[in-house]
């Protein structure tokens, strides 16, 4: 799984305790490797024809295929408040130096994954205990 569904677990999931709401609007699942995406959309996202990113997919040392995204720095970030952006780089700053094993191992310790039933849609109260941002 894709360390995208943690960064974008851990933005709304720290949005969401901060200040009651999400950024996304996705729901999550508990998976084996952590959270992802309600619905496996992470590829219909990854895939998506964008003007805004490009995907490319890389084979690693031991075969494993990934999927790199790049910016190409043409959004309009005033569609998002400053708030959002403070959740946004807070997730981005603390996990960007992260392998995808790390943050896997990271989202085992929030309790959010630790209490929900395999396959099973994890609450958004378990935002309150969100260890992110106390790290």
Known sequence: MSSLNKYLWYIDFLHFKRYSRFITGLSYIRYTYGPVIKGFVYNEIATYPS????????????GA?????KSRRNYD???LTQEELDTINTV??????KSCRCISELSHQELAWQKTPMKELISY??????KLENS
Not at 51 to 62: L, N
Not at 65 to 69: A, E, Q, R, V
Not at 92 to 97: A, H
Not at 125 to 130: G, I, P, R, V
């Open 51 to 62: 003007d805004k990113f490009s995907g490319e997919e890389y084979e690693t040392e031991d």
């Open 65 to 69: 295929i990934k999927t790199s995204f």
């Open 77 to 79: 970030l005033s569609l």
């Open 92 to 97: 981005i700053n603390f996990l960007k130096d």
């Open 125 to 130: 109260e378990y935002a309150k205990t969100l």
